[in-house]
């Protein structure tokens, strides 16, 4: 469950993908359909584990939550699980999403320089820069 900045709650089905968190929303009439909501840039983002109780943040009582927070704006994305065990797996896959991307990304690296080819970081967001102008890559 997504909860909104007005203490509203909204079902919602999650994927988490490396760097990304897309989120679904169900058909009403036909339970089996999902429709895309968005997605939360996984890369941009800090997952806070919150203790069952009052959330300061949000003045709402809330169990079996986490927060995501993104470390560029003033976004905040408050989740709850029905169950903790749920809650526990959400907390441990992100943590897990986050190892994999980092361990992809320091494997590159070195198969990068084992093949005498370095990329500045500042080189690397010209070129993403360039692709999202072009109308390619991540939005």
Not at 28 to 51: A, I, K, N, S
Not at 68 to 96: G, N, P, Y
Request: glycine share 4%.
């Amino acid at each position: 469950t997504k909860v909104t900045r007005h203490g509203k709650s909204q079902q919602r089905t999650f994927f988490l993908f490396d760097h990304q968190l897309v989120s679904c929303k169900k058909d009403l009439l036909r339970r089996d359909v999902l429709y895309y909501r968005g997605r939360t840039d996984m890369d941009d983002v800090e997952l806070v584990d919150l203790e069952d109780g009052r959330d300061k943040d949000w003045n709402l009582s809330v169990k079996n939550a986490f927060k995501l927070v993104s470390k560029t704006t003033d976004e905040v994305h408050l989740f709850c699980a029905r169950k903790q065990e749920d809650k526990v797996r959400w907390l441990q896959a992100c943590e897990d999403e986050r190892r994999r991307v980092r361990e992809d990304r320091e494997m590159r690296v070195r198969e990068d320089r084992e093949m005498g080819m370095e990329i500045s970081e500042n080189q690397k967001k010209l070129a993403m820069l360039n692709a999202q102008k072009a109308g390619h890559g991540k939005s």
